[in-house]
């Protein structure tokens, strides 16, 4: 078995990635960020474009998808488990599939899981090529996700200190109303359209935060594993709006419903509501009908097109091809 938690950036994902490692059989890794970026469909890889692919995932488990530098340092040890591979014709998604395997075995554990959030706009491929994917997918009132991108931003300077300076200035430009609006919509559409499938259980962050031991338990049940008291013990680390407490356990309710509070002008709410009226209700959350100023409303549209341009420059690096990344994260697919 393998467990992907995806949904929409800023979802809970990292939260569930965590309640899911406390589990004695789950190792959950860090964001990977292999499909897109990494993964090449049907292509067969030569043996050292197998130890570089091996390699690279092991600098990205190991340093962080953000800092990551140079696959050299563990060249030696992709070596050594690629050597082991008996199949002569190795693709991307093998390579991937035994380097899950393999760190799960390292940390001693049996059920690797990954938890990278834009997985889900992959979701129709990794459940068609991985048979023994599992997929928990997060949704989270698509106000509460505006608002944490809009603060997103500030992660580095509220404990996240890793974070380099350039990536807080790339979710800086990254935020616009409309775009993460749209992302919203498509990250969970994609799931919607395919909620009768056997291995997706979709959870709403929500829900999780009022009931966590309840829909943790729902969850094992999903994934056929025994609850664990441990699952519930879960740093408060991670939010994009207040400090880290890393000393903190436990699932914070104040965050429902956050954008109630502030933080998000008129004009933003009406926007992101009118993009996504019908999943709002859809996924049974209150629609404000809140009105915002047209004057602030064309002033967001005006800026969009220079601001899109910098944040795809800024983008560029983790794009693989920017056409087919496009498509996946704002196009509206013929399901």
């Given at each position: 078995?393998?467990i992907?938690?995806?949904?929409?950036?800023?979802?809970?994902?990292?939260?569930?990635?965590?309640?899911?490692?406390?589990?004695?059989?789950?190792?959950?890794?860090?964001?990977?960020h292999?499909?897109?970026?990494?993964?090449?469909?049907?292509?067969?890889?030569?043996?050292?474009?197998?130890?570089?692919?091996?390699?690279?995932?092991?600098?990205?488990?190991?340093?962080?998808?953000?800092?990551?530098?140079?696959?050299?340092?563990?060249?030696?040890?992709?070596?050594?488990?690629?050597?082991?591979?008996?199949?002569?014709?190795?693709?991307?998604?093998?390579?991937?599939?035994?380097?899950?395997?393999?760190?799960?075995?390292?940390?001693?554990?049996v059920?690797?899981?990954?938890?990278?959030?834009?997985?889900?706009?992959?979701?129709?491929?990794?459940?068609?090529?991985?048979?023994?994917?599992?997929?928990?997918?997060?949704?989270?009132?698509?106000?509460?996700?505006?608002?944490?991108?809009?603060?997103?931003?500030?992660?580095?300077?509220?404990?996240?200190?890793?974070?380099?300076?350039?990536?807080?200035?790339?979710?800086?430009?990254?935020?616009?109303?409309?775009?993460?609006?749209?992302?919203?919509?498509?990250?969970?559409?994609?799931?919607?359209?395919?909620?009768?499938?056997?291995?997706?259980?979709?959870?709403?962050?929500?829900?999780?935060?009022?009931?966590?031991?309840?829909?943790?338990?729902?969850?094992?049940?999903?994934?056929n594993?025994?609850?664990?008291?441990?699952?519930?013990q879960?740093?408060?680390?991670?939010?994009?709006?207040?400090?880290d407490?890393?000393?903190?356990?436990?699932?914070?309710?104040?965050?429902?419903?956050?954008?109630?509070?502030?933080?998000?002008?008129?004009?933003?709410?009406?926007?992101?509501?009118?993009?996504?009226?019908?999943?709002?209700?859809?996924?049974?959350?209150?629609?404000s009908?809140?009105?915002?100023s047209?004057?602030?409303?064309?002033?967001?549209?005006?800026?969009?097109?220079?601001?899109?341009?910098?944040?795809?420059l800024?983008?560029?690096?983790?794009?693989?091809?920017?056409?087919?990344?496009?498509?996946?994260?704002?196009?509206?697919?013929?399901?």
């Open positions: 078995m393998k992907f938690v995806l949904g929409n950036s800023r979802s809970g994902t990292t939260m569930m990635g965590r309640l899911l490692n406390n589990h004695s059989k789950i190792f959950t890794l860090n964001e990977l292999f499909f897109g970026p990494l993964w090449e469909k049907e292509k067969i890889l030569s043996k050292n474009e197998s130890i570089q692919l091996f390699a690279r995932l092991l600098g990205i488990q190991q340093e962080g998808f953000l800092t990551f530098k140079t696959s050299t340092p563990y060249l030696q040890e992709a070596a050594a488990v690629i050597s082991k591979m008996q199949n002569n014709k190795i693709s991307a998604l093998d390579v991937y599939s035994a380097f899950l395997e393999y760190q799960c075995r390292q940390a001693g554990k059920i690797p899981c990954e938890q990278t959030p834009v997985n889900v706009f992959y979701l129709k491929e990794i459940l068609h090529l991985l048979n023994d994917s599992y997929i928990i997918n997060m949704v989270r009132d698509p106000r509460d996700v505006l608002l944490s991108q809009k603060n997103k931003w500030k992660r580095k300077f509220l404990g996240a200190k890793a974070i380099p300076l350039k990536e807080s200035i790339r979710a800086w430009f990254n935020y616009h109303p409309f775009t993460i609006s749209k992302m919203w919509n498509k990250a969970v559409s994609i799931p919607l359209h395919l909620k009768d499938h056997s291995r997706i259980l979709t959870v709403q962050f929500e829900k999780l935060l009022e009931n966590p031991e309840s829909e943790i338990k729902q969850i094992c049940h999903f994934l594993i025994d609850f664990e008291n441990a699952m519930l879960i740093p408060k680390v991670g939010s994009s709006g207040r400090q407490e890393r000393t903190r356990y436990g699932f914070d309710t104040s965050v429902i419903s956050q954008w109630e509070k502030g933080g998000l002008n008129r004009t933003e709410i009406e926007m992101c509501e009118q993009l996504n009226h019908k999943l709002i209700l859809n996924y049974g959350y209150e629609y009908g809140i009105k915002g047209s004057l602030t409303k064309l002033s967001y549209l005006i800026v969009l097109p220079v601001q899109s341009f910098i944040a795809l800024l983008n560029f690096r983790r794009m693989k091809n920017l056409l087919a990344t496009l498509k996946r994260r704002f196009s509206k697919d013929d399901y």
